[in-house]
């Protein structure tokens, strides 16, 4: 079973960059796919982006696409979301997830992390 910390939220003003992490333990992250997931209060929880075991497939919704970058260190069990030109509607709580399945778009994730928050400042 895969347990799993994100961390890298906080505070920013419109425009400015956020890096979060996703550190996992338990299993090793080479077999997942990876997604991260963000919940404003009062809105659903949304796919932000995901990424294949290896690497090579990455999803983006589209309200992000262009400025977060997906990717995964699997030497050291840890995915990233690279956050650049950051708008106050990306402000939401912010989760990684993972799941053997091919879950690209989609929610249907095993483990779920604890969430870390990002406010964006206008």
């Known amino acids: 079973q895969v347990q799993m910390v994100a961390s890298g939220g906080g505070l920013v003003r419109t425009g400015g960059s956020l890096r979060l992490a996703c550190a996992a333990s338990?299993?090793?992250?080479?077999?997942?796919?990876m997604g991260w997931f963000r919940q404003a209060p009062g809105k659903e929880r949304e796919s932000v982006a995901a990424?294949?075991?290896?690497?090579?497939?990455?999803y983006y919704t589209d309200s992000v696409k262009g400025r977060f970058t997906i990717s995964r260190d699997n030497a050291k069990n840890t995915v990233y979301l690279q956050m650049n030109i950051l708008r106050p509607e990306d402000t939401a709580v912010y989760f990684c997830?993972?799941?053997?399945?091919?879950?690209?778009?989609?929610?249907?994730?095993?483990?779920w992390g604890q969430g870390t928050q990002v406010t964006v400042s206008s």
């Open positions: 997830a993972a799941t053997v399945r091919n879950e690209l778009g989609r929610d249907a994730y095993d483990y």
């Open positions: 338990g299993d090793t992250l080479s077999t997942y796919y």
């Open positions: 990424i294949s075991p290896r690497g090579f497939v990455t």
